[in-house]
């Protein structure tokens, strides 16, 4: 009997999407080919220089250069605890922070610790790529929350109270959202989290955007607006975002004490501690001022509200304004069924692989985000291709027949 090559588990895991997007796009610009590329939700920027100097002084400390705890360097848990209060305003202790490998590291630990098999997660659709496939790895079912563009991408209390079941565990709450740039109110914030507190739900929070939100959307972190929550809370963040450091990889964990103990001793098998120079870098990040995101903070709003005008502005593409993060999730279901070029697309994904071979854009398409009829464009790339970019898109979609 011929067994498997490869695991069931791991058979069942998709690639990223969003990177596969962003690898295609820079193998054919690698070959010649002009594209450019909306995929990736990476800021444009280089990481401000006195994070690299930390980078540079630790790589000297020969501290730095042993094991350190897998749990994350003391003092940046202590700044990290610090930078919680400061920015939301949620008190917490140094032992309630795990860094670690990036956000992607942090989703993991989160659901693997809190979720046993058949454990029911409730999953707000659009939803970044990465969350279905931590679920499931920990064993959970994932419940979808489908919002569209009539609400904002917003889902309100009575369809969560809808999709829940006596299975239903966790609430994945996320604002400002990747994929959709939707951000609650304060007001909103408060209802969902005291509708987890009364259904006696965890809420698992990702608060990787908190820093980017536009004109009058603000930031609330449902753990500081509903204290009632009180140890059925984890927040996931880190400083890839706010501080131009995709590639560091340092985020973490901030939960209960028993949460946090069980993911550190996850972590302590599975990678050990972060580097211990990019914790340096995280170190000078976290305890620094905040005047390299308010740049480019102005930069994305900038292009966000170019990229949204120009959208709109194509027939058949309707983009409700994002407020947060750096994406537009326009829809792009009228044009579905046109002809292109001798090519009629039936899913946005088929549509976008034809703008990607045609018009040299790269574009994901909604499927990645568990809603078909969708495109997500990173607005964090420099202006002049942002223009020229969404030019393009105007100009192939226009032939639509």
Not at 182 to 197: D, F, K, L, N, S
Not at 267 to 278: D, L, M, P, R, Y
């Amino acid at each position: 009997m011929t067994r498997p090559r490869i695991s069931a588990r791991i058979s069942a895991i998709s690639e990223s999407a969003t990177l596969a997007v962003d690898a295609k796009a820079k193998a054919m610009k690698a070959a010649g080919r002009p594209v450019i590329g909306f995929g990736a939700g990476e800021p444009d920027f280089a990481t401000p220089g006195y994070i690299v100097e930390a980078a540079v002084e630790a790589c000297r400390n020969p501290r730095f250069h042993k094991y350190t705890p897998a749990g994350g360097l003391p003092e940046l848990k202590q700044a990290v605890a610090d930078k919680t209060l400061r920015d939301s305003g949620y008190r917490v202790d140094a032992s309630q922070v795990l860094i670690t490998n990036g956000g992607k590291q942090a989703v993991y630990e989160a659901f693997a610790t809190l979720l046993d098999p058949g454990d029911e997660v409730l999953v707000v659709a659009p939803y970044w790529t990465t969350y279905p496939e931590a679920i499931k790895l920990a064993g959970g079912v994932q419940v979808d929350v489908v919002t569209d563009e009539t609400t904002g991408y917003l889902a309100s209390v009575e369809q969560l109270e809808a999709a829940r079941t006596d299975r239903t565990k966790v609430l994945l709450f996320v604002s400002p959202s990747n994929p959709t740039g939707a951000v609650h109110t304060p007001e909103q914030v408060a209802e969902i989290g005291r509708w987890a507190v009364e259904h006696d739900l965890w809420v698992v929070t990702d608060e990787i955007y908190e820093h980017l939100t536009y004109g009058d959307a603000t930031f609330a972190s449902i753990a500081t607006v509903v204290p009632e929550l009180g140890d059925k809370v984890v927040v996931l963040n880190g400083v890839a975002k706010t501080y131009a450091m995709t590639g560091w990889r340092v985020g973490w964990l901030i939960g209960p004490k028993d949460v946090v103990k069980a993911a550190s001793n996850l972590q302590s098998h599975a990678t050990s501690n972060v580097s211990n120079v990019a914790q340096a870098a995280a170190l000078a990040a976290v305890t620094g001022d905040l005047s390299a995101v308010a740049e480019m903070r102005g930069a994305f709003d900038r292009r966000r509200r170019t990229m949204v005008r120009m959208l709109n502005e194509i027939p058949g593409v309707l983009c409700p304004e994002p407020l947060g993060a750096f994406y537009a999730y326009p829809s792009v279901k009228a044009l579905l069924g046109r002809e292109f070029g001798g090519r009629r697309p039936a899913t946005s994904a088929e549509l976008a692989e034809i703008i990607l071979e045609e018009a040299e854009v790269a574009v994901v398409p909604g499927e990645a985000f568990g809603t078909p009829g969708y495109f997500r464009l990173s607005y964090a790339l420099g202006d002049d291709d942002l223009a020229e970019g969404v030019s393009r898109l105007a100009k192939f979609l226009g032939q639509a027949g």
